[in-house]
């Protein structure tokens, strides 16, 4: 009798597809083990919520804003932004950014209007708003401006400086607006080695803003922090009536105490940007070009076509957009629990591909 054929089952690709492709850091794990068994008050009034609160409250420098959790990126956006507008009032945002692209109308959902500007490597300028204020006059015609969006990091990988966002909060309070920041990756922005700022600058300078915890190192959820006491008096009855008022909100306030009891949070955010900083150095060793300049932990890199087919054999990436008949541009996401082998595995092929 023949001996019997080994199938091998095919190699496994590595994903550079995004940042929430992992479950949790360790630490967090093992703090919702050993909590498992304690009884807790419902829908974040437990003590280890409290705790979180209090963590990001320290790191914040102030004792007098409000802490929020809720399950995602897109009812914290969606959330944030209906409590703070009155129905006929709109929103101010890159064509890039994530409420336009990635999150199915939910702020045109809540009956808000966005009115889309062109950004610049994915950030608003004073000019871009001021355009925006300009085409958008004719009232009670056309929905009113009055808040704006921003992400920090950008679409992009991007990072606004200190300088630039104290810009267009001097903008937005000349001319009566909101401004709102998505942080989704502040973790990278805040950690980027282009950075100047810290904490404390987001919460002075924006006023509403919120921390990811989904995309560094948490398994779900986002912390909003709101300045405003009058806004932040009535702001869970908002997040109950969208459906992300957690009876179990135990699980994001547990996470969010360790990722900020020390600098876990920002710690795990600076893995991230150093793992993309490697990937496009060896982009650029190799004689290839980068979209815009890898600031966090977003890699955009222009590419021969023939390239990105060897690379998808074994890695999983976007092909972002089309650059010209022979290349496109791809995106690559670090994380905090990237695998700095397959980085380097990912620069050999690229660094030894021969064109045919």
Known sequence: MPASTVIYPPKQKYSFLDDYSEGAHPQLLEALVASNGTQETGYGNDRYSQEARQHIRNHL???????FF???GTSANAISIAACLRPHEAVIAASSGHIVTRETGAVEATGHKIINVLPENGKLTPLSISQALEANWHY?????PRLVYISNATEFGTIYSRAELAAIKALCVENGLLLFMDGARIGAALTSPKSDMTLRDV???????????????ALLGEAIVVKDPRLAEDFEFYIKQRGSLLAKGRIIGIEFSELFRE?????????????????????EAAGYSLLVDTETNQMFAILPLKLIERLQQDFIFYVWEKYDVDHAVIRVLTTWSTDFDRVDEFARIVMNWKAE
């Open 61 to 67: 420098g102030r004792d007098d804003v409000g802490i």
């Open 70 to 72: 809720v399950p995602s």
């Open 140 to 144: 009670p015609h056309m929905a009113k």
């Open 203 to 217: 919460l002075d300078l924006v006023d509403i803003f919120w921390i990811g915890g989904t995309k560094n190192g």
């Open 263 to 283: 600098n876990l949070y920002f710690e795990l955010a600076r893995r991230g940007n150093t793992a993309a900083q490697k990937l496009s150095r060896s982009i």
